[in-house]
């Protein structure tokens, strides 16, 4: 083979309508049974969890009550994105989420590169929101019984007496059985968990305002601008949930009427849920015991505004919460990874499908290696990895867009971003501004992982995908 074609083919990109045909293999076709009403729950289903109800308190130890503009500055960086999002999904309805789009814009390397991110991002994500929920099940049963499970079995190492973090891993194991036994019931379910959470959340709003004194916002910014922006970017991975939306794009009934409204519509309203919530939470409690408290909300509902019944219900909430962005996250690794093995970058065998057409081997694989992240990484050594991923993710999203509107003008889309290429840019833009708040050990991490993703793309992905190889949408054989 040539040199010139060697550097030309990994850089070569599949036709949006190409990626859609290859959804049609029957072998390989995910059911169609996610409606409107889903899709925004699953966006507020994988947004509202631990970055409100966990990552909350360490965020205040950065800003005081000036944590509300973190979470304005996160969502804005988000909303740009979302956008992007909005278009390219209702463009490009395959699962695959920013993979796909980048495959269909900038070309199959830079798409490997942001499978192989989101495979980090989704998996420590997935690690980082559940190990949070061990935490709000001692609180509970502190609530309930006065006393809790012993610290060797509810924390992972690296806490004050942690051994392994069992909760957390059973929450793992259920999410991994309910998405095997099929797409439209893990939407039931997670719809149902949706609901209770918001109605949880109302309730701590309106029980702290009760109590509200304007006298704990004072100092408003403990930490200065400086301390907003690094709290934004300790929380920014409560914002992957849309990320995690998009991925359901191919089992949406209607992409290109709902994909949309669920993706911007369910960030707005976590957006303004977080505020408010961080507002009441300051309000009521001064921060510095906020930032004490490995669950704030309940601790800020029962010791700042006396309601003890309250705080057992935020802890019900909690729990009941981080269990839906897991179910979010979880569901949108698979597809992600799905997509990545129909397209021959990993061994498609891993993307069978069982009876039920959900990927029963990825499901199992990630379920395994999420479960044994929980159990026994801390969730500080987590989560910023998760956000760095998500934020380079987002860049790309955006950059991928801007080259879409010029290849391919005249694509239907159920949604066009306004002012391009300004919007996209904006987005992008605050990604970078996002990153550079990130700690030096976080962008080594982040780099070994992509030499590492690099190197299976040139000893195996480059050899074996449908595209390099000219295998036509309606040659694929069974797996």
């Given at each position: 083979?040539?040199?010139?074609?060697?550097?030309?083919?990994?850089?070569a990109?599949?036709?949006?309508?190409?990626?859609?045909?290859?959804?049609?293999d029957?072998?390989?076709?995910?059911?169609?049974?996610?409606?409107a009403?889903?899709?925004?729950?699953?966006?507020?289903?994988?947004?509202?969890?631990?970055?409100?109800?966990?990552?909350i308190?360490?965020?205040?130890?950065?800003?005081?009550?000036?944590?509300?503009?973190?979470?304005?500055?996160?969502?804005?960086?988000?909303?740009?994105?979302?956008?992007?999002?909005?278009?390219?999904?209702?463009?490009?309805?395959v699962?695959?989420?920013?993979?796909?789009?980048?495959y269909?814009?900038?070309?199959?390397?830079?798409?490997?590169?942001?499978g192989?991110?989101?495979?980090l991002?989704?998996?420590?994500s997935?690690?980082a929101?559940?190990?949070?929920?061990?935490?709000?099940?001692?609180?509970?049963?502190?609530?309930?019984?006065?006393g809790?499970?012993?610290?060797a079995?509810?924390?992972?190492?690296?806490?004050?007496?942690?051994?392994?973090?069992?909760?957390?891993?059973?929450?793992?194991?259920?999410?991994?059985?309910?998405?095997?036994?099929?797409?439209?019931?893990?939407?039931?379910?997670?719809?149902?968990?949706?609901?209770?959470?918001?109605?949880?959340?109302?309730?701590?709003?309106?029980?702290?305002?009760?109590?509200?004194?304007?006298?704990?916002l004072?100092?408003?910014?403990?930490?200065?601008?400086?301390?907003?922006?690094?709290?934004?970017?300790?929380?920014?991975?409560?914002?992957?949930?849309?990320?995690?939306?998009?991925?359901?794009?191919?089992?949406?009934?209607?992409?290109?009427?709902?994909?949309?409204?669920?993706?911007?519509?369910?960030?707005?309203?976590v957006?303004?849920?977080?505020?408010?919530?961080?507002?009441?939470?300051?309000?009521?409690v001064?921060?510095?015991?906020?930032a004490?408290?490995?669950?704030?909300?309940?601790?800020?509902?029962?010791?700042?505004?006396?309601?003890?019944?309250?705080a057992?219900?935020?802890?019900?909430?909690?729990?009941?919460?981080?269990?839906?962005?897991?179910?979010?996250?979880?569901?949108?690794?698979?597809?992600?990874?799905?997509?990545?093995?129909?397209?021959?970058?990993?061994?498609?065998?891993?993307?069978?499908?069982?009876?039920?057409?959900?990927?029963?081997?990825?499901?199992?694989?990630?379920?395994?290696?999420?479960?044994?992240?929980?159990?026994?990484?801390?969730?500080?050594?987590?989560a910023?990895?998760?956000?760095?991923?998500?934020?380079?993710?987002?860049?790309?999203?955006?950059?991928?867009?801007?080259?879409?509107?010029?290849?391919?003008?005249?694509?239907?889309?159920?949604?066009?971003?306004?002012?391009v290429?300004?919007?996209?840019l904006?987005?992008?833009?605050?990604?970078?501004?996002?990153?550079t708040?990130?700690?030096?050990?976080?962008w080594?991490?982040?780099?070994?992982?992509?030499?590492?993703?690099?190197?299976?793309?040139?000893?195996?992905?480059?050899?074996?995908?449908?595209?390099?190889?000219?295998?036509?949408?309606?040659?694929?054989?069974?797996?």
């Amino acid at each position: 083979m040539e040199a010139g074609t060697l550097l030309r083919k990994p850089f070569a990109t599949k036709s949006p309508e190409r990626l859609i045909a290859e959804t049609e293999d029957r072998n390989e076709q995910l059911k169609k049974g996610v409606g409107a009403l889903d899709i925004v729950a699953l966006g507020i289903g994988g947004t509202i969890g631990t970055g409100v109800f966990v990552i909350i308190g360490e965020a205040i130890g950065d800003t005081g009550p000036a944590i509300i503009l973190s979470f304005v500055l996160a969502g804005v960086t988000a909303l740009f994105s979302a956008f992007s999002y909005a278009e390219l999904a209702s463009a490009v309805p395959v699962s695959g989420s920013a993979y796909t789009y980048i495959y269909a814009t900038l070309g199959e390397i830079i798409a490997w590169i942001i499978g192989w991110d989101l495979i980090l991002e989704y998996g420590l994500s997935i690690a980082a929101i559940a190990s949070g929920w061990g935490q709000y099940l001692n609180d509970l049963l502190g609530h309930l019984t006065g006393g809790g499970l012993p610290t060797a079995i509810s924390e992972a190492p690296g806490a004050s007496g942690g051994s392994v973090n069992l909760p957390s891993a059973f929450l793992v194991i259920a999410a991994t059985l309910l998405l095997l036994y099929g797409v439209r019931e893990s939407a039931r379910v997670n719809t149902f968990m949706v609901a209770f959470k918001v109605a949880v959340l109302g309730v701590f709003i309106v029980l702290g305002a009760t109590a509200f004194n304007g006298g704990n916002l004072s100092p408003f910014s403990t930490g200065g601008f400086n301390g907003i922006v690094d709290a934004a970017a300790l929380i920014f991975f409560a914002y992957i949930g849309f990320d995690a939306v998009s991925t359901a794009s191919e089992e949406v009934k209607d992409p290109q009427r709902d994909m949309p409204r669920g993706i911007i519509g369910s960030l707005l309203i976590v957006t303004v849920i977080y505020i408010l919530v961080g507002l009441v939470a300051t309000s009521i409690v001064p921060s510095d015991e906020l930032a004490e408290n490995p669950a704030p909300l309940a601790f800020a509902l029962d010791a700042g505004a006396g309601y003890s019944w309250g705080a057992a219900l935020i802890d019900v909430g909690a729990l009941v919460a981080i269990a839906s962005v897991v179910l979010t996250i979880f569901y949108g690794q698979t597809r992600i990874m799905f997509a990545m093995c129909r397209d021959g970058l990993l061994p498609r065998k891993f993307a069978t499908l069982s009876s039920r057409q959900t990927p029963i081997f990825i499901t199992i694989a990630f379920g395994v290696m999420a479960g044994v992240l929980t159990a026994f990484v801390p969730l500080e050594d987590l989560a910023e990895l998760v956000n760095i991923g998500t934020l380079f993710a987002f860049f790309l999203v955006n950059a991928g867009l801007i080259v879409l509107r010029r290849t391919k003008p005249d694509l239907e889309r159920g949604f066009r971003v306004p002012l391009v290429p300004l919007f996209p840019l904006i987005g992008m833009a605050l990604c970078v501004f996002l990153m550079t708040y990130l700690e030096a050990l976080t962008w080594l991490r982040f780099g070994i992982w992509m030499v590492i993703g690099l190197t299976i793309y040139f000893a195996y992905g480059r050899f074996h995908s449908r595209l390099q190889r000219g295998e036509e949408p309606d040659s694929t054989e069974a797996v």
